[in-house]
């Protein structure tokens, strides 16, 4: 079965400090790959979205994963932090179009002035 | 444009009455979902229905009754909530298994739901 792990359910940064989540998957083979982002009080939002066209992956608000199927990994990145930042981000691996999405257990990000 | 809209955003209600959930869509998805979610933890999967038809249940309790009238529609329908039933409920859409780029899921703000 699929699984998804991200490491920290809470990672704090400096303002304009490098934010890193980390997101990790088990797959038998190379599946979509999801990162959506929680703000308070909100519903998800797609963040960026890994389907094999390319290994490095940018998405909005300066965010950009990098797939590397040798680690299972796809870790999320952005060079500053900011405030507005701030918010629930999860990691989501689906294995091809017709199965269900597995969510990881979230990480929490802080942003300290 | 990525918009599921839901109504209402905000529900109290008694574990007696009945009340719906209701989601829309006008992306020309052909899949659209129901997702439970508790307060720091990732959506949990209730139903999904593929070109109208629901195709999975993911063994939810039955005072939850899902329905779609139309391709662009997805009530839920509350009936004899429990107070663990509080959650905030999230409406998605997606193109459908035959849709590309991984089937992209797209959710809505969510409905706040509080049984007391």
């Known amino acids: 079965a699929q699984s998804v792990t991200q490491l920290g359910s809470h990672v704090s940064v400096s303002e304009g400090a490098l934010v890193l989540l980390r997101c990790n998957y088990s797959?038998?083979?190379?599946?979509?790959l999801f990162w959506y982002v929680q703000y308070p009080n909100q519903g998800l939002q797609l963040l960026l979205k890994?389907?094999?066209?390319?290994?490095l992956v940018k998405g909005i608000n300066g965010f950009e994963a990098e797939f590397k199927k040798s680690e299972t990994s796809f870790h999320l990145t952005k060079p500053s932090a900011h405030m507005s930042d701030a918010a629930e981000y999860f990691c989501a691996v689906r294995k091809t179009s017709y199965d269900k999405v597995i969510f990881g257990p979230g990480t929490s990000l802080s942003v300290i002035p | 444009d990525t918009e599921v809209t839901q109504t209402p955003k905000h529900l109290v209600m008694g574990m007696t009455n009945k009340k719906s959930l209701k989601c829309e869509q006008h992306?020309?998805?052909?899949?659209m979902y129901w997702y439970k979610q508790k307060a720091k933890k990732p959506p949990e999967l209730m139903f999904v229905?593929?070109?109208?038809?629901?195709?999975i249940n993911e063994s939810v309790p039955s005072r939850f009754s899902p329905e779609c009238p139309n391709s662009s529609l997805l009530n839920l329908h509350l009936h004899a909530l429990q107070p663990e039933d509080s959650a905030l409920y999230l409406c998605?859409?997606?193109?459908?298994?035959?849709?590309?780029?991984?089937?992209?899921?797209?959710f809505g703000e969510g409905s706040w739901l509080t049984v007391v």
């Open positions: 890994y389907t094999s066209a390319a290994t």
């Open positions: 992306m020309g998805h052909r899949a």
């Open positions: 797959s038998s083979v190379p599946p979509y």
């Open positions: 998605a859409s997606s193109h459908g298994p035959q849709g590309r780029s991984g089937n992209t899921i797209y």
């Open positions: 229905y593929s070109y109208e038809k629901l195709s």
